[in-house]
């Protein structure tokens, strides 16, 4: 039934990949089975987004496997039209399925991955999906080499201390024991190692488990041969030693990178914060921290942090952080909303119904990565490493065993079999990963979230850091903010007050805590135009703040400094003035800064501010008033034509270009979560002054990694100069190889660690 069912769709490619493809199992399910996902509710707490036409959700596969399950996988939709598109997560064993729910039901989809062979794990128990334990066939296979490996150890003393004569009818006995015991090692212990030399050899590939797998099967042979023909004890100690030690290796490895931060903790992961109302008062609430049934104030340009029903407010959803459709959906009270949409309206409150889902979120920010390609890159330079260390290593076993064959032919089967087991890549080709893991998991404790590893090396090659100015170089909590023109009753101060509270723009939040806000008028088609300024119907008055372009009607005065002008009925009343203040750690962050990086400020304000900004930037430095969101991008763009290296540092909100054309975007974040999708990297505001130290860190990754590169190399040339010489015997170069890896990881965490607190991070 699964192989008409992929034949008929054109997907007989899959049986290509591997040579057994997908897992033999029975596929008895009920039909009835998946009937419990017809029920609007339960579907509800299972799916991640749903819109007028698809709904996205992620199953747990626990029979995925192998190459060709990622294959059949990501083309679920030439099985059946109502799939979207589908990404699989291989190493969560995840698959997130997009698909039009006007043409098939969540029902059809679980039951089509169960028809294919990949039945989905669902619990309604844990909405967070608990998943069964961890595979533990290799601590099963570890423990039958342990006990097989000291059994054998244990019963080949006498051979190794020699047998008196009245014993030596024991000597068949034990080795013929040795040999029993060696076969469950060689049949079950080193499938592993079997199972990954083989799938290399498919793909015509050579990996670094080949030369163990042949070590192996090499010393059986020859042990067994010793054996069977009765001219020696063989090497059945050290064949179980090498599987047992391989493995002890491996399982470390397994455990020390699931600790690391790849599949990070995404209850740390953002840094932002979202408003939460208690007893009528603004709380800024970590996400972590937010509960069922809380209320969240949602301003404008926010995301939304968690899935739940709108109680005030009209809402505009811009969704294409979601869906890549950029067209706002509009929202009544009432109406369910998904996380990870932004509101482009007014204020809105929204009643808590599902926790926030970190991880998805996550996976909201990586989906549009735009440096995949060079991951790709470095990931095929690590696999050809592999595979030329793996030649080089044949080729070395090979001349070593010919020569020792023609000088002295007993130590030729001691060279091949410890020249294949020393010599391996794994630490080499670890150590780049190892390292990026604490640096990420350092970084991170320090408020500064990247996005990915490759955002580490980004930050180590910028020679040009670009700041905006407003909330980024300015502190918004501390204006001193006057106003001139027309006086203001204490209504129209609430109404300025009210309409300012909307936005998240720096400027807007320090207006409205100035003006100390107790009324909350209702805003009726809030509207904000990034860069300009913010209008709306305010208590049934429209009302407008921004620049002077911005407002409707006319200002004789000189726009001079930092101003918000104010307009109630298309009629100008004044300006409030804000006497920018900057914040504290700043001369000392551009005196670390501009010893080795050139730096640039680049502001929508007017110029009043140049020469003060000049002072403290530095002379060489270069500061531009008056920038809109466009001319930030353009300035970011000339600087990569001159091939510079460019790190943008913005709010968020008016940057979005300019971050996502730099080499490295950072978001600066303060109690707030307005950071924008673009960004490589979210930077709590706090922790803006440790810059320098970050970007130092960021470098010194790299000179971890060449230095366990090095290190790495001599352990190989090392191992290979006494595997050559035949002094070196099979298990102690099974113990060497693991012991190598670990040495190499414990440096990379060493290195990072002592190098995180010489900086003080």
């Known amino acids: ?159 190794y201390l020699g047998l008196e004569s009245a014993e030596k009818s024991l000597q068949g006995v034990f080795r013929t024991l040795n040999f029993i015991l060696s076969l469950p090692v060689l049949l079950y212990s080193a499938l592993p190692f079997y199972e990954s030399s083989w799938k290399s050899i498919r793909h015509k590939f050579l990996n670094i488990d080949a030369p163990i797998a042949l070590a192996v099967i090499m010393t ?115 109406e369910f909303i998904y996380a990870g949409g932004k509101q482009t309206g007014g204020t809105i409150e929204l009643l808590v119904m599902k926790e926030v889902a970190q991880s998805y979120l996550t996976r909201l920010w990586n989906k549009d990565d735009s440096k995949a390609t060079s991951e790709e890159k470095s990931h095929s330079f690590v696999h050809a490493l592999g595979k030329y260390f793996t030649y080089i290593v044949f080729a070395l076993a090979l001349i070593g065993a010919l020569y020792w064959y023609f000088h002295d032919s007993s130590k030729a089967w001691n060279v091949i079999t410890t020249v294949l087991i020393v010599a391996c890549p794994c630490a080499l080709l670890l150590s780049n990963s190892f390292t ?83 009324n909350k008028f209702e805003v009726i088609g809030f509207s904000e ?79 009043a501010e140049r020469e003060n900004l000049q002072n403290l930037m530095g002379i060489t430095s270069t500061v531009l008033f008056e920038q809109s969101p466009a001319d930030k991008l353009i300035y970011i763009q000339r600087l990569q034509n001159k091939k510079e290296k460019v790190m943008m540092i913005g709010d968020g909100l008016n940057d979005a270009g300019a971050l996502k054309q730099s080499n490295v975007g950072i978001a600066l974040t303060e109690n707030t979560n307005n950071f924008t ?13 440790k810059l320098s130290r970050f970007i130092q860190l960021c470098k010194a990754n790299k000179q971890i990694v060449m230095a366990s590169f090095i290190l790495s190399i001599v352990y190989n040339v090392i191992g290979l100069f006494f595997a050559l010489q035949g002094v070196l015997s099979p298990m102690i170069a099974a113990i060497l190889m693991p012991s190598s890896s670990l040495s190499i990881i414990l440096l990379t965490f060493g290195s990072s660690t002592l190098a995180a607190k010489w900086l003080r991070l």
Do not use: W
């Open 220 to 334: 059986f042979i020859r042990s067994a041969y010793e054996v069977l023909s009765g001219t020696g004890a063989g090497y059945f100690d050290s064949m179980t030693g090498i599987v047992f030690f391989m493995l002890v290796g491996r399982v470390l490895q397994q455990k020390t990178y699931q600790q690391l931060s790849f599949e990070r903790d995404y209850t740390s992961y953002f840094p932002v914060a979202v408003s939460v109302l208690k007893n009528k008062e603004e709380i800024p609430t970590a996400l972590p921290d937010i509960k069922l049934n809380d209320t969240l104030l949602i301003h404008s340009e926010e995301l939304i942090p968690a899935d739940g029903i709108l109680t005030k407010g009209k809402a505009f959803i811009d969704y294409s952080f979601v869906t890549g459709e950029s067209l706002p959906v509009m929202k009544e009270v009432g």
């Open 529 to 607: 135009v990034k860069g300009e300024g913010i209008e709306g119907f305010v208590n049934g008055e429209l009302v407008a703040l921004g620049s002077k372009k911005f407002i409707k009607g006319r200002f004789t005065q000189p726009d001079q400094g930092t101003r918000v002008y104010v307009a109630i009925e298309n009629k100008p009343f004044g300006y409030f003035s804000f006497q920018n203040h900057y914040r504290e750690t700043l001369p000392q962050l551009v005196h670390d800064l501009r010893k080795q990086y050139d730096l640039s400020v680049i502001s929508g304000d007017s110029n």
């Open 1 to 159: 039934m699964v192989y008409q069912l992929i034949n008929q769709n054109g997907l007989c490619e899959y049986y290509n990949l591997n040579e057994n493809p997908g897992i033999n199992q029975r596929i008895s399910v009920r039909k009835d089975k998946f009937a419990f996902l017809d029920d609007r509710k339960i579907e509800q707490q299972l799916i991640s987004f749903k819109d007028d036409t698809q709904i996205h959700i992620s199953f747990y596969l626990p029979q995925m496997h192998c190459s060709s399950c990622l294959y059949l996988l990501e083309n679920l939709h030439k099985l059946n039209k109502g799939v979207i598109a589908s990404k699989v997560n291989f190493t969560r064993k995840e698959a997130t399925v997009r698909f039009n729910h006007k043409e098939v039901s969540l029902r059809q989809v679980a039951e089509l991955l169960t028809a294919i062979g990949y039945e989905p794990y669902i619990s309604l128990s844990d909405l967070k999906q608990a998943r069964p334990s961890v595979n533990k066939t290799m601590i099963y296979q570890l423990g039958v080499a342990g006990f097989c490996f000291a059994n054998i150890m244990l019963m080949s003393f006498p051979e």
């Open 677 to 689: 999708p673009a960004s490589d990297a979210i930077l709590e505001a706090g922790q803006l002054s």
């Open 436 to 518: 990026n893991g604490n640096i990420l998991t350092i970084l991170a404790r320090n408020k500064f979230y990247l996005r990915n590893a490759q955002a580490i090396e980004d930050i180590a090659n910028i020679n040009h850091i670009v700041f905006d100015k407003t909330g980024t170089l300015t502190n918004p909590h501390h204006q001193d903010i006057v106003y001139e023109g027309t006086p203001l009753t204490k209504e129209q101060e609430q109404l300025v007050s009210t309409l300012a509270a909307q936005s998240t723009h720096p400027l807007s939040k320090a207006l409205a805590a100035y003006l100390h806000r107790n």
